[in-house]
């Protein structure tokens, strides 16, 4: 097994919270600065950008994994994870089928940009991508589950946008290996304030919209950081696992 330091919830410019700075380049500089090994890019219901950012690492050393924070009709956000670039766009196609046919307002919400490697302006996408889709959690999670993804309900411990927040539990048969939470909790914490997670592997990842929020709180073991290997890290049970782990250190902590 192999140890990687990950954040698998980043935005770029292409989401319209993020800041200017969250350009392909400037990304992949700052992961590696942090001595992370592994990101998944996940703008909101969109995965425009998730090309240039694999092009802008490659030579880098940090493994990209296409990704995207889809928004349920239940306004709950889940980060919805794949190995290839063709998943993502397969996946792409149904979320956009399931947007509703909304404008953005860039003066109210801020502008959604696509951009090159170098992080040059392509276009500016016109769509609401801050939208709920018309899909369920149980939907979405199914359909990321049949492309060969993992759905990863994001930051559970939040009072919006988030699975205990909006449906106040998680369905107990929803085909999940793990959850999301914030930078503001552990999964200690997490799992006293939510005793339901102690059925779930637990990842702390940064939901980055500006360059000093990429952190490098999570560390996985697995063979190599793929969807497969993810998801048998995630494993509660050790027999599971086959010798996979995720490991999340405290807020305050330097160290492994």
Aim: hydrophobic fraction near 45%; charge should be negative.
């Amino acid at each position: 097994m192999q140890k990687f330091i990950i954040d698998l919830h980043v935005h770029t410019v292409l989401s319209a919270c993020a800041e200017v700075e969250m350009i392909p380049p400037l990304i992949v500089q700052r992961a590696v600065a942090l001595g992370v090994n592994a990101i998944a890019i996940t703008d909101h219901n969109c995965v425009a950008n998730v090309a240039a950012v694999l092009e802008a690492a490659q030579g880098s050393g940090l493994v990209v994994l296409p990704g995207m924070e889809v928004q349920s009709r239940e306004e709950v956000h889940l980060l919805c994870l794949f190995d290839t670039l063709e998943q993502a766009l397969a996946w792409d196609e149904q979320v956009a089928c399931a947007l509703p046919n909304l404008e953005n307002d860039p003066d109210l919400f801020g502008a959604q940009y696509v951009v090159d490697a170098t992080g040059e302006y392509l276009r500016t996408d016109e769509r609401l991508l801050a939208a709920s889709t018309s899909m369920s959690v149980e939907q979405i999670v199914a359909a990321v589950n049949n492309l060969g993804g993992l759905c990863l309900p994001a930051h559970v411990d939040r009072p919006s946008y988030s699975i205990f927040s909006n449906l106040g539990f998680i369905p107990p048969t929803l085909p999940i290996a793990g959850v999301e939470v914030s930078v503001n909790t552990t999964p200690a914490d997490a799992r006293v304030r939510f005793p339901q997670l102690n059925r779930y592997g637990i990842v702390v990842n940064g939901d980055a919209h500006r360059l000093n929020e990429l952190v490098a709180r999570t560390q996985i073991w697995v063979e190599q950081p793929a969807i497969s290997e993810l998801r048998l890290a995630l494993a509660v049970r050790e027999e599971e696992a086959q010798g996979r782990g995720v490991i999340v250190r405290n807020i305050n902590s330097q160290n492994f």
